[in-house]
Structure formats: structure tokens, C-alpha cells
T-cell receptor, first 113, second 114 residues
Framework: GESVGLHLPTLSVQEGDNSIINCAYS??????FIWYKQESGKGPQFIID?????DKRQGQRVTVLLNKTVKHLSLQIAATQPGDSAVYFCAENGGQAGTALIFGKGTTLSVSS | NAGVTQTPKFRILKIGQSMTLQCTQD?????MYWYRQDPGMGLKLIYYSVGAGITDKGEVPNGYNVSRSTTEDFPLRLELAAPSQTSVYFCASSPPSGGIYEQYFGPGTRLTVT
């Protein structure tokens, strides 16, 4: 079935670098996308979301980019810190008739000092 | 607010045993969800509820049951535990204004079936 996937299962960066985590989605009906952060032993935590009528949205140190032409979503983290180490999931709603979020497999971000 | 709370945190079951995973939220959210997360994988929806008295199946409902008698509580029942149900279970809720969006997650229950 259709699902959200991520390009890389792991990403390692140095503290202070900018991180880019990518996600490809296949459900063209999806019009809402979310990035979640999951630290070890905890539940997913909302980071930022974006609707399909936007191509960019910024938060505190994070930016989400949406390219509907190629069905691509990315999360950019500026000045990555050790506390950013976690698994990052993208999720989509599967369209307005969707009843639940569809999650990708996740990318593990490791930040070294 | 405590947010979404889940009990127990950990549990080991023998094959064929039954148990109920508890989930409570104190944010007056209409929508509640149960997900399972297998190692290295994303979350898969088991059941969800759009309000008290209303439940519906998600992607992987087999072997589970739910009920929603109050807005606050959404227990997940495993009747005959199987090794394939070894997983981490997350409960989530979202407000009426958000619908299925911006879900708030509990800390999870780690279940092992042997």
C-alpha cells in the first residue's frame, strides 16, 4: 500500500552542523504533513507541520520544505545539538478523508560533539 | 495537565494470556488512537476513536479490541497474546480542532510475549 518512506535510516553529524532529513511520500491525496521526534524510550513528539498549500514553514531552528512535484518532504535542523539526537519520523494524513496519520520508518540522527 | 498517560510501562506475557493496556488523557481530546511500533519501524495504527462510544479499526486491528466509554479513557485489550504482538504500544490523542492532526503521544508500553 501507499506509505511514507525516508531516504536514509541513519544520519550522523557534528555538533553545530546543519542537518537535513528527507522523506518521500507516495499518496498524492495527502495534504498535511508532520515531523515527529522520538527520543529513546519515549513517545513521538510533534516538531512541525505543513499543509500542501505551502512549500516552506519555519520553526525554532527547524524548517520543513515540501515539494509536491516530486512528492518530497524534508526537515532541516540548524546548528544541530547533541539533544537533537533521536529518531525522526515524517507522517502524512492520506488526504482529507484520511482517518489517521501514516508514518514512515524513521531516520536516526546521531549528533557527536 | 498530565497529558497522555499509559500503564503499565513494561509487561511480559505468556502466549495465550490476556491483558489490558490502559490509556488516559486529561486534555479533553475527542480523538484517541492506539499504535504499535516494531523495532526499527514506524508506527502502525491499531484502532482509533473519534469520541466516546465510537471506535474504528486501523491498519492492524487483528488480535486487539478497544472500548471508549468516556472521553478520557481508551483501553486496548489483548485477548490471546501471541509472539507477533511483541511490540511497543503508544496511545495518542488529538483535539477537536486538530482532528487527526498534531497528535499527542503517551510514553508507551513495552510488551513482550513469550
Amino acid at each position: 500500500g501507499e506509505s511514507v518512506g525516508l531516504h536514509l535510516p541513519t544520519l550522523s553529524v557534528q555538533e553545530g552542523d546543519n542537518s537535513i532529513i528527507n522523506c518521500a511520500y507516495s499518496n498524492s491525496a495527502s495534504d498535511y504533513f508532520i515531523w515527529y521526534k522520538q527520543e529513546s524510550g519515549k513517545g513521538p513528539q510533534f516538531i512541525i507541520d505543513i499543509r500542501s498549500n505551502m512549500d516552506k514553514r519555519q520553526g525554532q531552528r527547524v524548517t520543513v520544505l515540501l515539494n509536491k512535484t516530486v512528492k518530497h518532504l524534508s526537515l532541516q535542523i540548524a546548528a544541530t545539538q547533541p539533544g537533537d539526537s533521536a529518531v525522526y519520523f515524517c507522517a502524512e494524513n492520506g488526504g482529507q478523508a484520511g482517518t489517521a496519520l501514516i508514518f514512515g520508518k524513521g531516520t536516526t540522527l546521531s549528533v557527536s560533539s | 495537565n498530565a497529558g497522555v498517560t499509559q500503564t503499565p510501562k513494561f509487561r511480559i506475557l505468556k502466549i495465550g494470556q490476556s491483558m489490558t493496556l490502559q490509556c488516559t488523557q486529561d486534555m479533553n481530546h475527542n480523538y484517541m488512537y492506539w499504535y504499535r511500533q516494531d523495532p526499527g519501524m514506524g508506527l502502525k495504527l491499531i484502532y482509533y476513536s473519534v469520541g466516546a462510544g465510537i471506535t474504528d479499526k486501523g491498519e492492524v486491528p487483528n488480535g486487539y479490541n478497544v472500548s471508549r466509554s468516556t472521553t478520557e479513557d481508551f483501553p486496548l485489550r489483548l485477548e490471546l497474546a501471541a509472539p507477533s504482538q511483541t511490540s511497543v504500544y503508544f496511545c495518542a490523542s488529538s483535539p477537536p480542532s486538530g482532528g487527526i492532526y498534531e497528535q499527542y503521544f503517551g510514553p508507551g508500553t513495552r510488551l513482550t510475549v513469550t
